[in-house]
C-alpha cells in the first residue's frame, strides 16, 4: 500500500521534473526567475525569551552545572503536600483563605450556581474549612515533599514552577509569581554545604566577587533558617535606589531540612540531613534588569518584552 503510493508520487514528481527541464531546453526566458538573487534576503523577525524565562534558564544552569537535576510537580496541590507535610502546624496563617487560593472540591453544577445570590461564588474567595484541602499551591516545597517520598536519599534536585498567593496586585505583589527551589538531602550535609553551594551560585549569577550575608530567619520547613542578601550588583555596595541604600539585597530563604519534614517524607532523619532553598525568579528579574513593577511580567506588553530581543538563548 505504501510502496504503491511511493511509486505514484515518484512518478508524479519525475513528470514535473521533466515538464520544467523541457521548458528550460526552449523557453529559457520564461523559466529563468523574476527575482534577483542576488539582492540580500528581506529581515527575519525573530521572536523573544520572555525575561522569567531567561532568568529561570539561567539559574536551572549554573545549579545543573553542580550535579542538581530539574524536578516538577502539580500546581493544583492538597493539605498535605502544601503544608502539613512541611511542618506548618495547624493554625499558621499561610493556611489562611487569606494568603491562599483554596478550590472548591464541589463539581460545578448549573442549578447550584444559579440558586447563588449576588456576591457569592465566583469571585468570592473560599474559606480554607469549607473547601476541603485542594489549594493552588503557594511553593514549590510540595515538589520536595512528592520527591521524598517517591525515592530514596541522595536528593540533589532544583523545583522551578509558578505559585499562587491571595494577595491584592499592585508593583510589588501579585496573585501569581515564579520560584526556583532546591533541595540537598544526603548523610553529612551541613549548613557548610548549603553556604557554599549558594555562594558558587552568586558568584555565577552575579559574578565574581559578589558578597553575601545571612540573617537568622524563621520558616516551617527548616531548622536553623536564614535569610540570605548579596551585595548590590547595580552599585556595588555604595547604596542605590534598587537596594534602598543599604548595599544590600535579600534574594533568597534558606536553611537546614526540619528533621520532623525528613520523617514526613520517610527517611531516616538520623542518618540524614539537607538543606533547602528558595528564591522568586521575579525578584532575581528585577534586580538583574532593574524592572520596579511586577505587572510588567503579566501584561504581554511587546514594548517591554521586545527589549530582551538580544537576550535569546
Ligand atoms: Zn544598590
Redo the contacts with the bound molecule.
Keep these: 500500500m505504501l510502496g504503491k503510493t511511493l511509486n505514484e508520487f515518484k512518478q508524479s514528481a519525475e513528470a514535473k521534473y521533466q515538464t520544467l527541464k523541457e521548458q528550460l531546453d526552449t523557453q529559457p526566458e520564461k523559466a529563468a526567475s523574476k527575482d534577483d538573487l542576488t539582492l540580500p534576503g528581506e529581515g527575519f523577525q525573530l521572536g523573544s525569551r520572555h525575561p522569567l524565562s531567561l532568568v529561570r534558564n539561567e539559574i536551572i544552569d549554573i545549579f545543573k552545572r553542580l550535579g542538581f537535576v530539574v524536578a516538577e510537580g502539580p500546581e493544583i496541590e492538597d493539605d498535605w503536600h502544601n503544608f502539613s507535610a512541611l511542618n506548618f502546624p495547624q493554625e499558621h496563617p499561610a493556611r489562611d483563605m487569606q494568603d491562599t487560593f483554596f478550590i472548591s472540591k464541589k463539581s460545578p453544577n448549573a442549578s447550584e450556581a444559579n440558586s447563588l445570590s449576588p456576591g457569592e461564588g465566583r469571585g468570592e474567595a473560599i474559606k480554607g474549612n469549607e473547601a476541603g484541602d485542594i489549594a493552588l499551591r503557594t511553593h514549590t516545597s510540595s515538589v520536595q515533599v512528592r520527591m521524598m517520598e517517591s525515592g530514596k536519599p541522595p536528593f540533589r534536585a532544583i523545583m522551578p514552577g509558578r505559585v499562587y498567593r491571595n494577595e491584592a496586585i499592585s508593583a510589588r505583589a501579585h496573585c501569581f509569581f515564579h520560584q526556583v527551589e532546591g533541595l540537598y538531602v544526603d548523610e553529612n550535609v551541613s549548613f557548610a554545604d548549603l553556604k557554599q553551594t549558594l555562594y558558587h551560585f552568586v558568584q555565577e549569577l552575579y559574578g565574581e566577587g559578589t558578597k553575601v550575608r545571612f540573617r537568622p530567619s524563621y520558616f516551617p520547613f527548616t531548622e536553623p533558617s536564614a535569610e540570605m542578601d548579596v551585595s548590590?550588583s547595580?552599585?556595588k555596595g555604595?547604596?542605590?535606589q534598587?537596594?534602598k541604600y543599604t548595599?544590600w539585597v535579600e534574594i533568597l530563604g534558606c536553611g537546614m531540612v526540619d528533621p520532623n519534614v525528613l520523617k514526613n517524607c520517610g527517611i531516616d532523619s538520623e542518618k540524614y540531613t539537607g538543606f533547602a532553598f528558595g528564591m522568586g525568579i521575579e525578584r532575581i528579574a528585577n534586580l538583574k534588569y532593574q524592572i520596579r513593577d511586577l505587572r510588567l511580567f503579566s501584561e504581554n506588553d511587546v514594548r517591554f518584552l521586545k527589549q530582551f530581543q538580544t537576550e535569546i538563548n
Design positions: 548590590c547595580i552599585c555604595a547604596g542605590c534598587m537596594c548595599g
